[in-house]
């Protein structure tokens, strides 16, 4: 999946809009098939999300507004106050609406909305009053162009990309430079003492992939169906290229070197994410789990060995010696098609869950993807008003040696495949999203409650209901992976509180999880300051859904069918874990023991 992180705050209203807005349009049109309860609520939604359209209309468009696709992003002054206004706005309504609303679904609803403007406001103060505003522009620019010239959508649409960039330019009339903009805002509070300034790291990273993305720009016009942008385009190269060079000279001489946050930050970023514990109980329950987890490849190792006549049985060796199985190019991607055809038997034949009418699609992303999101992930369509676009299974590019060979990558060797595909595919993003897409979930369930415990805990629990009947070498590539989430789970708060190095969890993750030095870097990065405490909410959101399994067969007994409990999970889209918990006792679990419960 795709992440965003809190920790920018003049870009705060984008990172919201990334998780997702709603459509009026969509909602009046689906009036055939929606149910009376779920119109009513998404009006509601509506109103929410279109006051705050304005703020990031880029991410507003590719998610479902209509009417903001020449619309770009709000730098203009006094932001923050603007913004904070317009979501107590918005929380005075809710809870105006909620005193007079009789359905329990509706009122369900509305209290997720009460509690995403509650939080919202709540992270934007908090991000506003202790850190030092940065940002990544390029990266934001280029997300922006890429969600409106995706080839799912229509030509129409993307020829609002040229008046877009006329504006980023500042060559529309009444319109100033975006770059010049965003340098005002990252300045304006430079001299308010106290502030965390951003991660020396972060902002090297920024600009070492800057030039990357700039390119990409270029690369996404000339697949769209916009013609006439060569001027304006070369114009927000060129002003992008300064940009960067001010950020160089203005904002990298005043970083911090050290990326651990203080504590009260870095609880508001688990409590964004979804994850309600300390992180002494995360440290905890990651040192248990890895532990266990640790004892099962122990155990799995020597069978995969023998089976594939390897002369050690150390569980990290053998990781090692199946990595060498490398597959590449066209091959690698329709491997990745044949294992995901061949889950969907699985699915089937094993009653694990309803397998979607439609195919599960993967491909490789372009240079410039992999420089803004370096990990397989899952490129989310529109989830209201959409009119068939599909959710995209995205493997990082792999990038051919000078000499015609191919490097080593921890996305291209066979044993690998299974798992990756599993959580990210089916049964896991791909279905879940999917299954939102076509199965009329409300707006409030599928994007207000959407939080990356809800999320990636269903990713790594489709991993596990896959791994028995994947072959044996992916078994221990899915318990090797599972073993990365339970390190996630303790490495994380850690390093943000400074209980732990650098150094040592890099080691901790060549060495004990057996990533590479790119995979170990990426998720040293992700831990620090690409997204603080999200990594977390793999393993926290995954044993949130054991429990409540567990909770059900207890309770149901003979009674229980795993694959009509997954059908109802991923119903209900991506409620938080409690009240998932309330839905299943009251309409799953009392139906099949009657009345009683």
């Known amino acids: ?98 005193e007079s609303e009789e359905d329990p679904r509706v009122r369900q609803d509305i209290e997720i909305m009460i509690k995403n403007a509650e939080d919202n406001i709540e992270a934007t103060t908090i991000n506003y009053e202790k850190v030092l505003p940065y940002g990544n522009l390029t990266g934001l620019v280029f997300a922006g162009f890429s969600g409106l010239l995706d080839k799912q959508v229509p030509a129409q649409r993307q020829q609002a990309a040229l008046v877009r960039l006329r504006k980023y330019t500042g060559r529309e009339e009444g319109y100033e430079p975006l770059t010049e903009l965003a340098m005002k805002r990252l300045s304006e509070r430079a001299g308010v003492p106290g502030l965390i300034k951003p991660f020396v790291g972060e902002v090297q990273q920024d600009l070492q992939r800057a030039p990357i993305m700039i ?29 960067n060079e001010w950020v160089r000279e203005t904002i990298l001489p005043n970083t911090r070197e050290s990326a651990a946050l203080p504590r009260e930050l870095y609880e508001l970023q688990l409590k964004n994410f979804g994850v309600d514990a300390s992180p002494e109980e995360l ?29 050690t049985d150390d569980y990290r060796e053998v990781l090692k010696r199946l990595k060498k199985d490398q ?47 370096p990990s397989a992930h899952l490129d989310i369509p529109r989830l209201v008003g959409n009119t068939g676009e599909f959710p995209e299974f995205i493997v990082p590019k792999i990038e051919q040696n000078d000499d015609g060979s191919w490097p080593q990558s921890d996305y291209a060797y066979r044993a690998m495949l299974w798992t990756l595909t599993a959580h990210e595919a089916r049964p896991g993003h791909e279905m879940q999203f999917t299954t939102m897409l076509r199965g009329g979930v409300s707006t409030a369930r599928a994007l207000f409650a959407f939080n990356s415990a809800n999320v990636e805990g269903w990713g790594l629990y489709a991993e596990a209901i896959a791994k028995p009947y994947m072959p044996l070498d992916a078994q221990l590539v899915s318990l090797q992976y599972r073993l990365l989430r339970a390190a996630r789970i303790w490495l994380d708060p850690m390093l943000n509180l400074g209980l732990t190095s650098v150094d040592e969890a890099r080691r901790v993750l060549i060495e004990e999880v057996v990533e590479d030095e790119l995979g170990a870097q990426t998720e040293l990065d992700r831990y620090t300051f690409r997204s603080p405490g999200q990594a977390t909410a793999y393993y926290f959101g995954y044993e949130k859904l054991w429990a409540l399994r567990a909770m059900t067969e207890m309770r149901l007994k003979d009674l229980f069918n795993a694959g009509q409990f997954h059908d109802f999970i991923l119903a209900q889209g991506l409620l938080p874990p409690d009240v998932l918990r309330s839905s299943v006792e009251e309409e799953f679990i009392a139906p099949r023991l009657g009345s009683g419960g």
Not at 356 to 361: G, N, W
Request: net charge negative.
């Open 1 to 98: 999946m795709k992440i965003t992180k809190i920790l920018s705050p003049f870009l705060m209203t984008a990172s919201l809009f990334l998780a997702g807005v709603a459509n009026e349009a969509a909602a009046q049109g689906a009036s055939n098939f929606l149910p009376d309860w779920v119109q009513r609520s998404n009006e509601i939604a509506y109103r929410v999300l279109e006051s705050g359209a304005k703020f990031a209309p880029e991410f507003a468009g590719q998610t479902g507004v209509t009417g903001y696709d020449e619309e770009i992003f709000d730098l203009g002054p006094n932001l923050f106050e603007r913004q904070i206004q317009n979501a107590r706005d918005n929380l005075e309504m809710l809870q105006g609406l909620l």
């Open 215 to 243: 390119g990409g720009l270029e690369q996404v016009f000339k697949a769209s169906h916009v013609e006439g942008y060569e001027q304006d385009l070369a114009l927000l190269s060129k002003q992008l290229t300064e940009y």
């Open 283 to 311: 440290i905890k329950i990651g040192q248990v789990a890895f532990m266990n987890i640790r004892n099962e490849m122990i155990a799995l190792a020597p069978l995969v060995a023998e089976q594939h006549g390897f002369d």
């Open 327 to 373: 597959i590449h190019g066209e091959e690698l991607m329709q491997a990745y098609r044949d294992v995901i055809a061949e889950l969907d038997v699985i699915m089937q034949r094993e009653n694990l869950a309803t397998v979607p009418d439609e195919p599960a699609r993967v491909r490789m992303a372009t240079a410039a993807e992999t420089a803004q999101v």
